[in-house]
């Protein structure tokens, strides 16, 4: 039986506000799929219906070869699940923990502990000590094992990376490749962009539709347009300023610099210069302008502008 992920023209609604709208969907066996979006974007929804937590309105979809209506027993035992938000029991102990959902699942530490090794290996100095007072990137360790103690087939993260420190966070995705590599389907959402770098496939969502699926080499591919990237000591001007400047399409704040997209076939060959004379007669000190390489996130927005 292949561990695929299939949904078809898969909506659902709350009321007058519609989460998901035919959504089409194709996860291959043995890849990290990203569900890449802003919170909002209808990827808690989609798991929900994904993990037999909720049920559509319409459309249908199959995890593993089950449905996810009809097979939901089935599929329960089939998949792992690591919601967004922690949710083991905080008052008991991470060895009790992990006991307890193997016994869920009908199984044992002992008995799929090679599967979890690589990374419970690293609580389990602290398995005495309780869920609640572990740190962020623990519970996360923890919250994995649990989700993997039953060797599922496929595994649902739902934002993961949500309040954890960025070693962490590497560490994490170090395990999650190690478990791909393994021939684990892993399907993840996060509103973290670089994340999307670290997938095999991304979907970009924005409003409950799918805007855009590809590799994240392909996504950055399609971005044709001169990008550059500048700074100076009021970046709220700069931004402002190069809004105006001859040729550009977009400017919006990017981490610590701003990015500029210039309209396709203006000469990228003297801009740099250009930009930074524009903005030294607009008065602006410590000035830093570079060429930029498009990124997901960049790519995201323009997707969602146009």
């Known amino acids: 039986m292949s561990n695929k992920i299939e949904a078809k023209i898969l909506s659902k609604s709350y009321g007058k ?6 959504i089409n969907l194709s996860v291959n066996e043995g890849e990290i799929f990203g569900l890449i979006g802003p919170d909002g974007a209808g990827k808690t929804t989609l ?49 009790e923990n992990l006991e307890f959902f193997a016994s869920v699942f009908g199984t044992s530490i002992r008995e799929n502990y ?38 599922p087939k496929v595994l649902f993260l ?13 560490e994490f995705w170090d395990m999650l490749r190690n478990l791909r590599d393994q021939g684990l389907t892993i399907l993840v959402s996060t509103p973290y962009m670089d994340e999307a770098e670290l997938c095999d496939r991304v979907a ?17 591919a399609g971005f044709q347009q001169p990008l550059f990237a500048a700074r100076s000591d009021n970046m709220y001007q700069l931004i402002k300023d190069l809004r105006a400047f001859e040729g550009a399409a977009d400017c919006y704040a990017f981490g610590e610099y701003a990015h ?39 790519c995201f927005i323009e997707l969602m502008k146009n």
Not at 17 to 22: D, E, G, L, M, Y
Not at 58 to 81: E, P
Not at 115 to 120: D, E, G, N, Q, V
Not at 278 to 289: G, K, W
């Open 47 to 95: 798991f929900r219906i994904l993990t037999s937590l909720l049920l559509p309105d319409s459309g249908s979809a199959t995890v593993a070869g089950l449905d996810v209506v009809k097979d939901y027993k089935q599929l329960r035992t089939a998949i792992g699940y690591m919601p967004g938000r922690f949710s083991l029991y905080q008052d008991l102990t991470v060895e």
């Open 158 to 170: 739902d934002e993961p990376g949500t309040g954890v420190d960025p070693v962490s966070r590497k």
């Open 17 to 22: 506000v519609q989460a998901i709208k035919n």
């Open 260 to 298: 500029l997209k210039l309209n396709t076939g203006v000469g990228a060959g003297q801009t740099v210069a250009d930009i930074r004379k524009f903005l030294d007669s607009r008065n602006h000190r410590n000035v830093e302008v570079k060429s930029a390489k498009p990124t997901v996130e960049d």
């Open 204 to 220: 970009l969502m924005q409003n409950g539709e799918i805007m855009a699926v590809d590799t994240p080499q392909g996504i950055t």
């Open 114 to 151: 090679d599967l979890i090794a690589p990374i419970y290996a690293q609580i389990e100095p602290f398995k005495d000590r309780r869920a609640g007072a572990l740190s962020g990137g623990m519970k996360q360790k923890l919250a994995l094992s649990c989700a993997l103690i039953h060797k």
